[in-house]
C-alpha cells in the first residue's frame, strides 16, 4: 500500500479547494439556521391562531390520509428511472427528504407538498415532499382537504411532540394505523382563520423550500469539490 500512488492536486490547488469547501459549508449552514429561525417564527404564529381551541377536531376533519406500500425490490434503482420514492424516515431531512431511490412501480403516492409522517418506529416524524413522489410502507402522506399547506404541516409538528411523548413512554409499539391516525385530535380553526394563516406563513414555507434548493446544489458542489480532490483535479 505504501507503494500505491494517489491523484493529489498541487498545493495552490488544495489551498483553493479547501477555501471553496469551506466558503460553501459556512452558507449551508447560514440557510439552515435561517430556516430554523423561519420556523420558529410560523410556529409562534401558529399557537396565537389556536391556542385558545378546544380540541374538537380530529384530522381525518381537515385532511385525506394515504398509507404508503413498498413495490416490488426489484423496481428500486438509484438510475432516476421512474419516480421518485421514499421508504421511510431514514431518507427525511431537516423539513424535506433527500432522494436515494426511485421506483418504477409507483403503488402509493405523494403530491408535491404534502406532510409525510413516519408510520412506524418512531412515530411522528415528519417532512414534507418537495414533488410527486411514490412512499413506502414508513410512511404515510397528508394532504389538506382545503389546500391549506402550511396549516397542515404546523398542525403536524404540533402531534408530532404528542405522538414523541407515546413513543418515548412506550405506550405506542411500533406502528400507527391509517384509523388511529384519521382520529388524532387537532385544534382546527375557522375557513377565514386558516385562510388568514395560510397568507401570512405560506410565504415564510416558500422561502424555506427555496433555501432548501440551494442547500440542495451546494451540497452538490461541495461533493464535487471532495470528488476533484480524489481525481487530483
Avoid: W
Amino acid at each position: 500500500m505504501c507503494g500505491v500512488e494517489l491523484p493529489i492536486p498541487c498545493i495552490d490547488d488544495q489551498r483553493k479547494i479547501v477555501r471553496d469547501y469551506e466558503v460553501i459549508t459556512r452558507r449551508i449552514d447560514l440557510l439552515r439556521k435561517i430556516d430554523e429561525n423561519l420556523e420558529k417564527q410560523a410556529l409562534i404564529y401558529f399557537h396565537s391562531t389556536v391556542d385558545n381551541l378546544e380540541k374538537n377536531n380530529v384530522l381525518s376533519d381537515f385532511a385525506c390520509i394515504t398509507m404508503g406500500t413498498s413495490p416490488e425490490g426489484e423496481t428500486l434503482n438509484d438510475k432516476a428511472d421512474g419516480e421518485v420514492f421514499y421508504q421511510g424516515r431514514s431518507d427525511f431531512g431537516f423539513r424535506f427528504p433527500s432522494i436515494r431511490l426511485y421506483t418504477s412501480n409507483t403503488i402509493r403516492r405523494a403530491k408535491q407538498r404534502d406532510v409525510l409522517m413516519s408510520v412506524r418506529a418512531p412515530v411522528g416524524d415528519i417532512n414534507i415532499a418537495k414533488e410527486d413522489c411514490a412512499i413506502g410502507r414508513g410512511l404515510a402522506a397528508i394532504h389538506p382537504k382545503d389546500n391549506c399547506y402550511s396549516f397542515l404541516y404546523y398542525t403536524m409538528k404540533e402531534l408530532y411532540y404528542e405522538l414523541k411523548r407515546f413513543n418515548d413512554e412506550g405506550t405506542v409499539f411500533g406502528s400507527i394505523t391509517k384509523d388511529d391516525l384519521a382520529a388524532l385530535k387537532i385544534q382546527l380553526p375557522s375557513p377565514s382563520d386558516r385562510e388568514n394563516f395560510e397568507s401570512k406563513v405560506r410565504p415564510i414555507d416558500n422561502f424555506i423550500l427555496n433555501n432548501e434548493f440551494e442547500i440542495i446544489s451546494l451540497q452538490a458542489l461541495r461533493s464535487n469539490l471532495l470528488s476533484g480532490i480524489t481525481k487530483g483535479i
